[in-house]
């Protein structure tokens, strides 16, 4: 078993992702793992950080996939006995012009952006070494899809004592509600992109309090972020930063020194504590 630290970037084959694994690999001082849902995608970009003289590793990893998640998990566990770093950054977003019916749309996306960073959270959190650090790339549009909530839901993801299993049971309702087209008269906005990063951000705030429950002295950091409006694939050529400058808050929650005691569960954008 290698004593190397470890960190794993989801969906790093392109975009944010592929950016935050370029910094670790100036900045982290271990192995890094660039990890994609087709291994062909995933190998070229690793490639392609090689000729930049960055050495970066592979596995594939499908968030939609629990056998795909399960076998990094153990992958994780066999070689370097635990994780160092996790960066869940994989999403998706259906474009503004896309005619895809909502309730499919709603369905599609809270399947990856909230389930599958769910599922990777369950199968490899357990696996954090001390001083780890987690984050859980959201988006400032879970912000805007809160304030678009019903008085009665922003209480419940605003609420110190919200569950996980009374968390997932709210975004499995508002996909049931969009499929009776009762979703906004149940009090939700009308975006589901923006209630699936709802669904990221306040499954963070949960995960860091079951951390300071449960492994108070193990001094693992978990944050959520927004990258801001990032020029790639799903925010298109307008948005205002590059790559490398949306990856910068989300390396820095990754690359928090260890004798840092925060942040710790909070929505940070531009390096800064957010209110929620
Ligand atoms: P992107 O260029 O579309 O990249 C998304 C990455 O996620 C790709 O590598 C994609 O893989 C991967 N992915 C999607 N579904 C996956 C799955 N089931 N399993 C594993 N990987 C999967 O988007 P981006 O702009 O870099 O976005 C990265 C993150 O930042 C997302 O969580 C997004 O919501 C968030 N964000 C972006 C912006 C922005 O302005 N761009 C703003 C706020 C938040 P494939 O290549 O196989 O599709």
Redesign the pocket.
């Known amino acids: 078993m290698s004593n190397v630290p470890v960190a794993v970037v989801?969906?790093?084959?392109?975009?944010?992702?592929f950016a935050i694994v370029q910094a670790l690999c100036k900045q982290f001082p271990g192995d890094v793992y660039v990890t994609?849902?087709?291994p062909g995608?995933g190998q070229e970009a690793v490639v392609k950080l090689q000729k930049e003289g960055l050495r970066a590793l592979f596995h594939q990893?499908?968030?939609?996939d629990l056998q795909s998640i399960r076998a990094l998990r153990d992958f994780l566990k066999e070689k370097y006995g635990g994780l160092n770093v996790l960066v869940n950054?994989?999403?998706?977003?259906f474009k503004v012009r896309d005619t895809t019916p909502f309730a499919i749309q709603a369905e599609v996306t809270l399947k990856?952006?909230f389930f599958?960073t769910k599922n990777v959270c369950t199968e490899l959190l357990p696996l954090m070494k001390p001083y780890g650090k987690v984050v859980n790339?959201s988006?400032?549009?879970s912000i805007s899809a809160l304030s678009g909530c019903s008085q009665e839901l922003q209480q419940k993801f605003r609420s110190n004592t919200i569950t996980e299993d009374e968390l997932v049971e709210l975004m499995k309702k508002f996909v049931e509600d969009t499929k009776k087209s009762v979703h906004e008269k149940e009090g939700w906005p009308n975006t589901a992109y923006g209630v699936s990063k709802i669904g990221v951000t306040v499954l963070s705030r949960i995960q860091a309090r079951i951390l300071n429950e449960t492994r108070k002295g193990d001094h693992i950091l978990l944050n959520a972020c927004?990258?801001?409006?990032?020029r790639?694939?799903?925010?298109g050529p307008k948005?205002t930063k590059s790559p490398d400058e949306?990856a910068e808050t989300p390396v820095y929650l990754a690359l928090l020194p260890s004798d840092a005691d925060g942040p710790h569960g909070q929505f940070v954008s531009d390096k800064t504590v957010r209110t929620w």
Not at 10 to 17: A, P, R
Not at 61 to 64: A, G, H, P, R, T
């Open positions: 989801t969906g790093s084959n392109k975009g944010i992702g994609a849902r087709d995608h990893l499908d968030i939609d950054n994989a999403g998706i977003a990856t952006n599958g790339v988006s400032m549009a927004c990258p801001g409006w990032v790639t694939d799903m925010a948005a949306g």
